[in-house]
């Protein structure tokens, strides 16, 4: 009798303690991601001083702070005017080889770009009153950049594969 006391009870207790537990848990998830995050990307064009390497983006709680070789730009969230993205796919080398195999696109790299404009503090070393900056991210990095980043500003990208994008030149 007492065993089977033991044994109703138990997955009681045990769902008390994950309710718990659990949403605990998901507590402390969420406020790691308000924390800084660093994001490696590499500095493809903009108006900034940079060289095109690699760059390390940092998403603060009110600021993103872009390092590269030692030099440290911060930008302010609330400066941030627009947020871009896309993708661009290139046929790689040996291309017809690697499409044997359907359905697998192993013949194809896909890139991940995303651009930010903000308006110059004067801070930021750039000669114009309006500083555009193009990132190229890794697959991996690319949606927890952007969201960060759209969560950051309170501005939501726009996908410029899908939207008519007008290029001025100087």
């Not at 390497?53 to 709680?61: E, I, N, P």
């Not at 600021?63 to 930008?75: P, Y």
């Amino acid at each position: 009798m007492v065993m089977r006391m033991m044994v109703t009870k138990f997955p009681l207790a045990l769902g008390c303690f994950l309710a718990m537990v659990l949403p605990a848990a998901g507590l402390a998830r969420e406020s790691k991601n308000v924390a800084a995050a660093n994001y490696p990307a590499n500095y493809e064009g903009g108006t900034l001083p940079f060289d095109r390497s690699k760059v390390t983006a940092t998403l603060g709680t009110d600021e993103v702070v872009l390092v590269q070789h030692g030099r440290r730009i911060a930008v302010p969230a609330s400066s941030i005017t627009e947020i871009a993205f896309a993708t661009g796919v290139r046929r790689r080398l040996g291309a017809s080889v690697l499409d044997v195999v359907p359905y697998m696109h192993l013949g194809e790299s896909e890139n991940h770009y995303v651009g930010v404009t903000w308006m110059n503090s004067g801070l930021t070393g750039a000669k114009t009153p309006k500083v555009e900056v193009l990132f190229k991210l890794n697959k991996s990095e690319y949606s927890a950049f952007l969201s960060g980043l759209e969560r950051l500003t309170g501005k939501k990208a726009v996908d410029t594969n899908q939207t008519l994008t007008a290029v001025h030149y100087n």
